[in-house]
């Protein structure tokens, strides 16, 4: 499947892809594979080719990382614990590696160990105090919903960041644990109108992604929010489970009665 090792020529471009897209510890050849890891974000990668001009060869560890790349991966792997993938294509092998850190700096529990860094020792006795944490926590949790959403609303394709909201699903005063309030599958990425509709219960997601209208949402108000360019996309069990609750929440029962479908 790939050099062993690659050429000298195949190993200066995946050197460079993996330094462009954030995994800058070069951990050597791993049976002909080039072996890296980031400082920022979790997980591992290694990489190969089949020749000086491809295809290319990524492959991705831990699981709970490669189970969101949204990509098939080949059979096999190059050892237990990851997936690997064929790319015919140095770009399509850039926008695969620039996922995989994405995923890496927000998956598994990136978000809440940063959280359990930041406000060691810091007291919570107070309402200011724990205003003061919890600013912090959603800051960190904004910052992993805009690499786990590629920086972009999923509903209009607005990636401009002051008009994305990170849209806790099961809102933070009501979450059980910070593990659940730091957690990018509690969390959605939206443009500011579809974050106040979410967050006053006018709209809600399927299990599927899809949109779900409330009867209490007005007609010009709907027409504003537009078609929602088809939902969420895919979605982990952890987004159904949360997602669940929300609708729970505001009424759109289990068979989403009530609810006006795009």
Same mark, same amino acid.
């Given at each position: 499947?790939?050099?062993?090792?690659?050429?000298?020529?195949?190993?200066? &471009?995946?050197? @460079?892809?993996?330094?462009?897209? =954030?995994?800058?510890?070069?951990?050597?050849?791993?049976?002909?594979?080039?072996?890296?890891?980031?400082?920022?974000?979790?997980?591992?990668? +290694?990489?190969?080719?089949?020749? @000086?001009? =491809?295809?290319?060869?990524?492959?991705?560890?831990?699981?709970? !990382?490669?189970?969101?790349?949204?990509?098939?991966?080949?059979?096999?792997?190059?050892?237990?614990?990851?997936?690997?993938?064929?790319?015919?294509? !140095?770009?399509?092998?850039?926008?695969?590696?620039?996922?995989?850190? /994405?995923?890496?700096?927000?998956?598994?529990?990136?978000?809440?160990?940063?959280?359990?860094? +930041?406000?060691?020792?810091?007291?919570?006795?107070?309402?200011?105090?724990?205003?003061?944490?919890?600013?912090?926590?959603? &800051? !960190?949790?904004?910052?992993?919903?805009?690499?786990?959403?590629?920086g972009c609303c999923p509903m209009t394709g607005i990636g401009e960041a002051a008009l994305l909201r990170a849209s806790h699903i099961v809102p933070w005063a009501e979450c059980e644990?910070?593990?659940?309030?730091?957690?990018?599958?509690?969390?959605?990425?939206?443009?500011?109108?579809?974050?106040?509709?979410?967050?006053?219960?006018?709209?809600?997601?399927?299990?599927?992604?899809?949109?779900? /209208?409330?009867?209490?949402?007005?007609? &010009?108000?709907?027409?504003?929010?537009?078609?929602?360019?088809?939902?969420?996309? +895919?979605?982990?069990?952890?987004?159904?489970?949360?997602?669940?609750?929300?609708?729970a929440k505001f009424g759109f029962g289990g068979g989403y009665g009530g609810c006006i479908r795009p």
């Amino acid at each position: 499947m790939i050099e062993n090792p690659p050429s000298f020529v195949a190993r200066t &471009e995946l050197h @460079k892809a993996a330094f462009d897209n =954030g995994f800058r510890i070069d951990l050597g050849m791993d049976s002909g594979w080039m072996h890296f890891r980031s400082t920022t974000a979790q997980g591992e990668i +290694r990489m190969g080719a089949a020749g @000086k001009d =491809g295809p290319w060869f990524l492959s991705v560890s831990p699981l709970a !990382i490669a189970a969101e790349m949204g990509l098939p991966p080949l059979e096999g792997a190059v050892a237990p614990g990851q997936a690997t993938y064929a790319f015919p294509g !140095i770009a399509e092998l850039y926008e695969a590696l620039d996922r995989t850190y /994405r995923l890496g700096a927000s998956l598994p529990d990136a978000p809440l160990r940063q959280f359990v860094a +930041r406000t060691a020792g810091v007291s919570r006795a107070t309402e200011a105090e724990r205003l003061v944490v919890q600013r912090v926590g959603q &800051e !960190i949790f904004r910052e992993a919903l805009l690499r786990y959403w590629n920086g972009c609303c999923p509903m209009t394709g607005i990636g401009e960041a002051a008009l994305l909201r990170a849209s806790h699903i099961v809102p933070w005063a009501e979450c059980e644990t910070d593990a659940l309030r730091l957690d990018v599958h509690n969390g959605l990425l939206l443009s500011a109108l579809w974050d106040a509709a979410f967050d006053a219960g006018l709209v809600s997601f399927g299990d599927g992604g899809e949109v779900l /209208r409330s009867a209490r949402l007005g007609e &010009e108000a709907a027409r504003a929010l537009g078609d929602g360019c088809g939902g969420l996309g +895919r979605l982990t069990a952890g987004h159904r489970a949360n997602l669940s609750r929300h609708r729970a929440k505001f009424g759109f029962g289990g068979g989403y009665g009530g609810c006006i479908r795009p």
